[in-house]
């Protein structure tokens, strides 16, 4: 059985993006971004929704050939190509760009196919993907990254669920900055 994480960066009040989408407010030190790269040469297998992967795909597909980008910056980058995506879409598309496969039907149903399976660590990214996997218990940890700002309003980390979900802590740690992350493990 593998593993699924939910991790991402989210502000006081509880968003990984604010109204307009924008996710400026978020950016790490160079230690917070080196546990992220960390944290991803990990995972096998990312599961995404539309938005996140269109705001990664974006940027990460060429980042290591920006002038002047860090060791880091293109570990993460090779990384985040190199490995095997899942692309969630409710639009018909044919994307296979980066190393990914798309997915139109039920998200839960395959979600629960590919934890069933082999291998290492998923991570799943995406407010809305995550809301689906979590409703249906499938999540199994938490990465939760919070940065010291309140944007006001946007797109919340955590959804309406059906009841409670009983978490153990199993990690705290600063960042600079005033960046906490704070790691839980579904009881």
């Known amino acids: 059985m593998r593993t699924l994480v939910y991790g ?9 993006a604010a109204e307009d989408g924008d996710l400026g407010w978020s950016a790490p030190s160079d230690e917070l971004f080196e546990w992220w790269l960390a944290r991803e040469q990990a995972v096998e297998l990312f599961l995404y929704g539309r938005g996140l992967w269109e705001t ?10 920006l002038p002047g980008a860090t060791a880091a910056e293109i570990a993460f ?3 985040w190509r190199d490995t095997p995506k899942v692309l969630f879409t409710s ?3 044919t994307e296979t760009r980066w190393n990914t496969r798309v997915v139109t039907g039920d998200v839960v149903a395959e979600i629960t196919r590919l934890k069933a399976g082999e291998g290492g660590p998923m991570r799943i990214g995406g407010a809305t993907v995550a809301a689906a996997a979590l409703r249906a218990g ?14 006001g309003g946007g797109k919340p ?9 009983r978490l153990d802590l199993v990690e705290t740690r600063t960042f600079p ?9 579904r009881r």
Do not use: C, K
């Open 177 to 185: 900055g005033g960046t906490v992350l704070t790691r839980y493990v």
């Open 157 to 165: 980390f955590f959804t309406a669920l059906d009841g409670q979900v």
């Open 56 to 65: 990664m795909g974006s940027h990460w597909p060429t980042a290591d050939e």
């Open 91 to 93: 639009t018909a598309t």
């Open 8 to 16: 991402m960066n989210l502000s006081v009040d509880g968003f990984v």
């Open 138 to 151: 499938l999540v199994d940890e938490f990465e939760i990254v919070t940065h010291p700002v309140l944007v």
């Open 77 to 79: 980058a090779r990384n």
